[in-house]
């Protein structure tokens, strides 16, 4: 008996081995298939325009994990009238809520936030640049076009990140060279990783402009933090515009928000193809808070919803 009690334990260990390895290969099989079963009905169904080349994710989801500010509470992303939206911490990049952020849409005037920083890059401030009649793009329909006449190139810049005008952003491209502007923009966008947006034009009338919500939001991360006189400048609700030797004009901001106490700056942004878009920044528990809405017939109501929910239900993480 004494010889095969060797056989015996050797035989009864194998068994063990073998059996624990089964338990634990299924196991793990097990979890792959639940958690890929969870990824998968987790995502958001997607849909490609192609008439725009974009892609959509359809519905809204809030982000988890998020290390700066924390949901504390179970309310769920309101509707609003928005192809297109998203909510980020601006310093960090964390994301809170998300719409359709990697979709394709045409920029509209958010293009001269772009146009300003070429513009601040190459144009000297102190500059003097001539608004005449080839400072109008063709298909503008400025109702009331700003007056022939010298304009130094700070007072062009504040009216094009205030009263969105656009025969300042073709006057700031032509004094530098349109190509070599439009050149200058695109490379611009390449370097800060922004590899699906393209410029057509300085002013965002055509529909060609086009970025996502998510590289919008990497744009204005490096304004905020390279070009801070940008998003300044856009907080201003009114200023005079005085061209040499010519009479002043007033130019009103086109962002509702611009004159608030905790607006730190924006870009509003309109033409058919895209209908409204609309980039806002707000102070928020001592942080910029980025809002984007994009294709919008209530791009400031939507705006306001989205802050006023996030508000209510988001606050600093707090161990």
């Known amino acids: 008996m004494n010889r095969f009690a060797p056989i015996i334990v050797v035989s009864v260990l194998l068994f ?21 079963s969870n990824l998968s009905s987790g995502q958001a169904a997607q849909t490609t325009d192609s008439s725009l080349g974009t892609q959509e994710t359809s519905g809204s989801s809030t982000i988890p994990f998020p290390s700066i500010f924390k949901k504390y509470s179970r309310a769920t992303v309101p509707a609003v009238p928005a192809e297109i939206f ?13 719409k359709g952020v990697v979709r394709r849409w045409p920029m509209a005037s958010l293009t001269k ?11 000297p401030k102190d500059a003097l640049l001539q608004i005449n009649d080839q400072s109008f793009p063709p298909n503008d329909i400025s109702l009331a076009p700003l007056p022939h006449g010298i304009y130094s190139a700070s007072s062009l810049m504040r009216a094009m990140l205030i009263g969105s005008r656009n025969e300042a952003a073709e006057t700031f491209a032509q004094s530098y060279g349109y190509d070599a502007f439009i050149a ?3 490379a611009q966008a390449v370097t800060w990783g922004m590899h699906r947006t393209y410029f057509e034009e300085p002013t965002g009338l055509s529909a060609v402009n086009q970025s996502t919500a998510e590289e919008i939001r990497v744009m204005a991360q490096h304004i905020y933090t390279e070009f801070p006189e940008i998003f300044s400048i856009t907080r201003i609700p009114t200023f005079t515009l005085q061209p040499e030797n ?7 901001s086109t962002n509702l928000f611009a004159g608030q106490a905790d607006f730190l700056g924006g870009k509003t942004g309109y033409i058919d193809e895209s209908q409204g878009n609309l980039l806002s920044i707000f102070r928020y528990e001592g942080r910029p808070l980025l809002l984007i809405v994009l294709g919008s017939d209530d791009r400031f109501g939507a705006t306001a919803t989205l802050f006023s929910w996030f508000s209510e239900n988001y606050s600093r993480y707090r161990n």
């Open 184 to 186: 200058a923009m695109n």
């Open 113 to 123: 936030l772009m146009t300003a920083v070429v513009t601040l890059t190459h144009v």
């Open 246 to 252: 010519q009479t002043s004009t007033e130019i009103k």
């Open 86 to 98: 998203g909510i980020w911490d601006l310093e960090s990049g964390e994301r809170y809520i998300e």
């Open 16 to 36: 063990v081995v073998l059996s624990v390895r089964n338990i634990s290969g299924q196991g793990v099989e097990r979890e792959a298939s639940v958690s890929q």
